[in-house]
T-cell receptor
Framework: EAGVAQSPRYKIIEKRQSVAFWCNPISGHATLYWYQQILGQGPKLLIQ????????DSQLPKDRFSAERLKGVDSTLKIQPAKLEDSAVYLCASSLATFGQRENEQFFGPGTRLTVL | AQSVTQPDIHITVSEGASLELRCNYSYGATPYLFWYVQSPGQGLQLLLKYFSGDTLVQGIKGFEAEFKRSQSSFNLRKPSVHWSDAAEYFCAVGPDSSYKLIFGSGTRLLVRP
């Protein structure tokens, strides 16, 4: 079974530029998550999708971050414009469970390491 | 507020020695608890999880963890560490209203040969 795929693996940009990350979840997984992992910290949830609808985006900085999950499969996360503090690893995860089921297991992709100069 | 604390930023053990990584949580209801491992350049891999039942749970790679409600702890243990266990370990708690995982800040494990 293929895992969660993410691209690119690394990205270096200047501040105020824009950047986009792509995630392909495990086939059949209804729920998709984007996490931000700043160096020395644990991952922090940015946004959670159930199929193509947003379940939780309370910690997404909406003035500069956006995400979509068209057709309930792949997802893109965009930052525009980027700031220095956005330097982090962006992890995508997916899970099979539907909303309301507690026994979820999240499977994580390898992440995209973003450096903002 | 829900939170997870991993008090040890770094731990160094000798290969073959036993290991215990500490995790304490703050949560308003029955917690769903997880341990993940992250090797350099890799995503997180689930080691084990606790939802209910037996408070001693077995995971992959010879790891186990014990849920102690009275201490709000979910410590990870391994009787004999291998050099390949060197990685960063994250404890996480799942709230009961959604799937959002709240992670601790991680413990980096170094293994001496």
């Amino acid at each position: 079974e293929a895992g969660v795929a993410q691209s690119p693996r690394y990205k270096i940009i200047e501040k105020r530029q824009s950047v986009a990350f792509w995630c392909n979840p495990i086939s059949g997984h209804a729920t998709l998550y984007w996490y931000q992992q700043i160096l020395g910290q644990g991952p922090k949830l940015l946004i959670q999708f159930q199929n193509n609808g947003v379940v939780d985006d309370s910690q997404l900085p909406k003035d500069r971050f956006s995400a979509e999950r068209l057709k309930g499969v792949d997802s893109t996360l965009k930052i525009q414009p980027a700031k220095l503090e956005d330097s982090a690893v962006y992890l995508c995860a997916s899970s099979l469970a539907t909303f309301g089921q507690r026994e979820n297991e999240q499977f994580f992709g390898p992440g995209t390491r973003l450096t903002v100069l | 507020a829900q939170s997870v604390t991993q008090p040890d930023i770094h731990i160094t053990v000798s290969e073959g020695a036993s290991l215990e990584l500490r995790c304490n949580y703050s949560y308003g209801a029955t917690p769903y608890l997880f341990w993940y491992v992250q090797s350099p350049g890799q995503g997180l891999q689930l080691l084990l999880k606790y939802f209910s039942g037996d408070t001693l749970v077995q995971g992959i790679k010879g790891f186990e963890a014990e849920f102690k409600r009275s201490q709000s702890s979910f410590n990870l243990r391994k009787p004999s560490v291998h050099w390949s266990d060197a990685a960063e370990y994250f404890c996480a708690v799942g709230p009961d209203s959604s799937y959002k995982l709240i992670f601790g800040s991680g413990t980096r494990l170094l293994v001496r040969p």
